[in-house]
């Protein structure tokens, strides 16, 4: 059983950082890209970022695509949002995800998703 889980979310200050991090386990996950999307209260769920298995291609969304690198462990089971600048509209739980790569759009299609972890952000 795939399982995927989140971790390093928590309140900060507008304009500090903070660094999620995803391990997955459970099965192989041999050429899965791995992605991060958040949903905010009474908000659809929106992608932010994917990488691929061997990490030579990010997808990400261009409004976050500076403040919100994505990033793989040395693993590959591993995956990073390192989170710059955050802004009040961020604020969010941030869930990881992980799929076979698409060619268009997001570059993953998720089939495995974590239990989300919650960044607040304060003004």
């Known amino acids: 059983q795939a399982q995927l889980v989140e971790s390093g979310g928590g309140l900060v200050q507008a304009g500090g950082s903070l660094r999620l991090s995803c391990a997955a386990s459970?099965?192989?996950?041999?050429?899965?890209?791995m992605g991060w999307f958040r949903q905010a209260p009474g908000k659809e769920r929106e992608f932010v970022a994917a990488?691929?298995?061997?990490?030579?291609?990010?997808y990400s969304v261009d409004s976050m695509k500076g403040r919100f690198p994505i990033s793989r462990g040395n693993a590959k089971n591993t995956v990073y949002l390192q989170m710059n600048s955050l802004k009040p509209e961020d604020p969010a739980v941030y869930y990881c995800?992980?799929?076979?790569?698409?060619?268009?759009?997001?570059?993953?299609?998720?089939?495995?998703w974590g239990q989300g972890t919650q960044v607040t952000v304060s003004s």
């Open positions: 995800a992980t799929g076979p790569s698409a060619p268009t759009g997001w570059g993953v299609a998720p089939r495995y």
């Open positions: 459970g099965r192989t996950f041999s050429d899965y890209t």
């Open positions: 990488i691929s298995w061997n990490a030579d291609r990010l």
